[in-house]
Nanobody, 118 residues
Framework: QVQLVESGGGLVQAGGSLRLSCAAS????????MGWYRQNPGKQRELVAA???????IYADSVKGRFTISRDNAKNTVYLQMNSLKPEDTAVYYC????????????WGQGTQVTVSS
């Protein structure tokens, strides 16, 4: 059984910072691309950032230069450091795990709310 548990969301003023964490149980972490997605009501879930099992990061254009994704394989944890936050970053943020080579298999966390006030 794979579980992803996010933490670190909250309310912050524009220009502030938050760090999200996602702890993964099970044995898939080291073989997975780990990602952070976000979603607002009535909108599609969108990729914010991802990091491959070999440590290569990928970022949405809207967060490049402001967000940093990292992973600690020893702790089975992926992080998203969010700086210079903007009101448009407000969303529910979801952690995602895609095990390499497991076609069509995805795991999701329960989501954590990030609210950026102007």
């Amino acid at each position: 059984q794979v579980q992803l548990v996010e933490s670190g969301g909250g309310l912050v003023q524009a220009g502030g910072s938050l760090r999200l964490s996602c702890a993964a149980s099970g044995s898939i972490f080291s073989i997975s691309t780990m990602g952070w997605y976000r979603q607002n009501p009535g909108k599609q879930r969108e990729l914010v950032a991802a990091i491959t099992n070999t440590g290569t990061p990928i970022y949405a254009d809207s967060v490049k230069g402001r967000f940093t994704i990292s992973r600690d394989n020893a702790k089975n944890t992926v992080y998203l450091q969010m700086n210079s936050l903007k009101p448009e970053d407000t969303a529910v943020y979801y952690c995602n795990a895609k095990p390499t080579g497991w076609t069509g298999i995805n795991y999701w966390g329960q989501g954590t709310q990030v609210t950026v006030s102007s």
